[in-house]
C-alpha cells in the first residue's frame, strides 16, 4: 500500500480549501445554464474562477514551488483583469473600455513578467508588512488594486444598477474586505488551532463569487418580488 504523503497542516488547509474556489466557479457555470444565462464576458469572469483555483491547488499542495507559485498569482491577476473587463461591458463605452483594459492589462502583464524573472525569495517578499503576522508581497499589491478598481467601477455607476441588486453588491462587497484582511496573514498563519488565515481567506472568495453570481442573476434577469 502506497503510504500518504505527509505536508504541513497550513498547506493541507490552504490546498483543500482551494477546491473551494474551483467548485465555486463551476457552480456559477451551472447555475448560468440551469437557472438564466448571463452576457458572455460574466461567463468568462466565471470560468477564470475555475482556472485560476487549479494552480492554487498545485502550489499549496505540493511544495510551494517557483512555477507553481507564478501559475497561482498569473491565473489571480487574469481573473481580476477579467472582472474588470466584464464591469466595463456592463456600464461604459467603447473608448473607456479600452483605455481602462488596456491600461489594466499591461500592468498585471508587467506584474506577471516581474513574477518570473525573480528569485521565489524576492517574489515572496512583502511591499506591505504586518511583521511576523504576515503582509502583502508585489503581485498580491496589484491583486488587491486590480479588484478595487473592479469595485469602484461597479459603484461609479451605481445609480444604474436595479435598486434591488444594490444589496447584493454591498454583500459582494464585504466579502472582498473581508476577504482581503483574512489574506494579510502568512500562508502557513495558524491561531487558536483551527484559524487557518489563507485557508479562510480561499473559502470567504468561494462565497464572494456565488454571491457574485447572485448580484449579476438580479441584475440581468430582472428579478421581482411575487405578489
Do not use: K
Not at 48 to 76: C, K, Q, R
Not at 128 to 133: L, P, T, V
Not at 178 to 207: E, P
Amino acid at each position: 500500500m502506497t503510504p500518504v504523503a505527509c505536508i504541513e497542516a497550513a498547506d493541507l488547509a490552504n490546498a483543500v480549501t482551494a477546491f473551494a474556489t474551483i467548485f465555486s466557479g463551476l457552480i456559477a457555470l451551472a447555475l448560468c445554464a440551469l437557472v438564466a444565462p448571463q452576457p458572455r464576458r460574466w461567463l468568462w469572469v466565471y470560468a477564470g474562477v475555475v482556472i485560476t483555483g487549479i494552480p492554487t491547488v498545485w502550489y499549496h499542495g505540493f511544495g510551494e514551488m517557483a512555477i507553481a507559485g507564478l501559475a497561482d498569482s498569473g491565473t489571480n491577476l487574469l481573473l481580476a483583469w477579467l472582472l474588470q473587463v466584464a464591469v466595463l461591458g456592463d456600464y461604459y463605452s467603447r473608448r473607456t473600455r479600452v483605455w481602462v483594459a488596456s491600461a489594466s492589462g499591461l500592468i498585471n502583464l508587467a506584474a506577471v513578467l516581474w513574477r518570473a524573472a525573480v528569485s521565489l525569495e524576492t517574489a515572496r517578499t512583502p511591499v506591505i508588512s504586518f511583521g511576523a503576522f504576515g503582509g502583502f508581497h508585489l503581485t498580491e499589491v496589484v491583486l488587491i488594486l486590480d479588484v478595487l478598481l473592479a469595485v469602484a467601477l461597479f459603484y461609479i455607476r451605481r445609480s444604474r444598477i436595479p435598486a434591488r441588486a444594490r444589496p447584493l453588491l454591498t454583500l459582494v462587497t464585504a466579502i472582498f474586505l473581508v476577504g482581503m484582511l483574512l489574506a494579510t496573514a502568512s500562508n502557513r498563519r495558524v491561531d487558536l488551532q483551527i484559524m487557518a488565515w489563507h485557508a479562510l481567506w480561499h473559502v470567504a472568495g468561494a462565497f464572494g463569487f456565488i454571491a457574485l453570481w447572485a448580484f449579476n442573476h438580479v441584475r440581468f434577469s430582472n428579478v421581482t418580488s411575487s405578489p
